[in-house]
Structures are given as C-alpha cells and as structure tokens.
C-alpha cells in the first residue's frame, strides 16, 4: 500500500505552458499537506502547504480535496527554473501525526 | 537564515562497518528526523525524535540503526553494521513544532558502501 501516490512523469513543456500535477493520499485522517521541490541531488525545499480553501503564491496554485483525498499543484507560464523534481508530502498519515510521508515525485522539465 | 546542517557530505564505508552521520538541527526546533533516498527512488520516513526520545520509526529503522542527541545541538544517525543496500542520500530534517509546520532538510549525506 502506498501512502501518497503521484504520476512520475517526466512532464516535458515548453516555458510559458501551465502544467498541473496530482496526487493521491490514502489516510482519510491525514491532516497537513505540502509540496516540496527538489533539485537533482538536492534536499527537498518547501514549495507550499496546500489548506482546504485552496492557496496561491505567485505563479503556483495549490487544492485539496478531502473527501477524494486527492492534492493538485498548478504551474502557470512555467518558467526553466521551476525544472525540478515536486514532491507531494502528507503529513499524520496513518503511522504517526508529526511525521512528512513523501511520494514518489513529479519530474518537470520546463524546455525553451 | 538559520539552517540545517550535515556531516560529512559524503562518506564511502566498508560492508559490516559502522558509519555515524551528524546533523545540527536549527536551534529552536523540536522535532528531528532522518530520511533517506535511495539513488532515483522517493524519500523515506526513517525516525523521528521528540523530548530526546525516538517518537516513531519506520520499517526500514531496524535494530542495526540506533539516533543519539548527545548535547545541546548533534543529533547523530548510527549504522552499526553497513550493508550495500543502505547505500543513499541521508537526510536530516527539523521542525519548531509538528504536525502542520515546515520542515527544513539538511544538504543530505551520500552514503556510499562498497
């Protein structure tokens, strides 16, 4: 059973395109929710946390759908640095409440 | 801007040898954890440490790994007896609070068996 599950992609699009990645949890209880970004070789940074109304910042949307436990990261006019790994992280799955499940990750590669 | 951070950067050990990672969480934090990604694979849940005792742990975290915070600051992750597969890139990760707040990565140690 997998905890978070996402499309590995590659996604390849060209700069300027809006991309969206999902991502699937499977504790109903879970109850923080992020996305990270890394870099090849890098540690995972946060990107944002995802809240139930849905949140923006700058050219990245983020939603939450509890009842389909289901989470969406919206990249618009992408740009050749927003290339990177995006990791979808939950958190109090169902083994514990203060620790950060990851899935697999999205590889996005923005081409010019 | 305070951050995490890990010794050594990479570090090239014997099978059946015992390899002790640091990590130097942020000052402030209470939660630490330790993560680790096999080359090409997703980042692992290995333990987690609160009140300076192992809150949870994973599958993975078996009698050969033991985490220590021997002071103030150091949060160590043992391997007592080193296997090819533990082969990965070690995170270190802290946070102020649980649930809800961010966590910051160290640069990660690249731990190489041969």
């Known amino acids: 059973r997998k905890e978070v599950e996402q499309d590995p992609g590659p996604f390849n699009v060209p700069e300027g395109a809006t991309v969206a990645f999902n991502c699937t949890y499977s504790?109903?209880?879970?109850?923080?929710f992020f996305w990270y970004r890394q870099d090849c070789r890098k540690e995972p940074k946060l990107l944002m946390s995802?809240?139930?109304s849905g949140n923006e910042d700058g050219r990245f949307t983020a939603q939450l759908n509890r009842a389909s436990q289901y989470i969406s990261l919206l990249i618009r006019d992408s740009k050749l640095s927003d290339s990177a790994t995006y990791l979808c992280?939950?958190?109090?799955?169902?083994?514990?409440?203060?620790?950060?499940?990851f899935g697999t990750g999205t590889r996005l590669t923005v081409i010019p | 801007e305070p951050e995490v951070t890990q010794t050594p950067s990479h570090q090239v050990t014997q099978m059946g040898q015992e390899v002790i990672l640091r990590c130097v969480p942020i000052?402030?934090?209470?939660?630490f954890y330790w993560y680790r990604q096999i080359l090409g694979q997703k980042v692992e849940f290995l333990v987690s440490?609160?009140?300076?005792?192992?809150?949870?742990k994973s599958e993975i975290f078996d009698d050969q790994f033991s985490v220590e915070r021997p002071d103030g600051s150091n949060f160590t992750l043992k391997i007592r007896s080193t296997k090819l597969e533990d082969s990965a890139m070690y995170f270190c990760?802290?946070?102020?609070?649980?649930?809800?707040?961010?966590?910051?990565f160290g640069q990660g140690t690249r731990l190489t068996v041969v």
């Open positions: 000052s402030n934090h209470l939660y």
């Open positions: 990760a802290s946070r102020v609070i649980g649930e809800g707040t961010e966590a910051f």
């Open positions: 992280v939950v958190n109090g799955d169902w083994t514990g409440a203060n620790n950060l499940f």
């Open positions: 440490f609160y009140n300076n005792e192992i809150s949870e």
């Open positions: 504790n109903s209880a879970s109850q923080s």
């Open positions: 995802v809240y139930s």
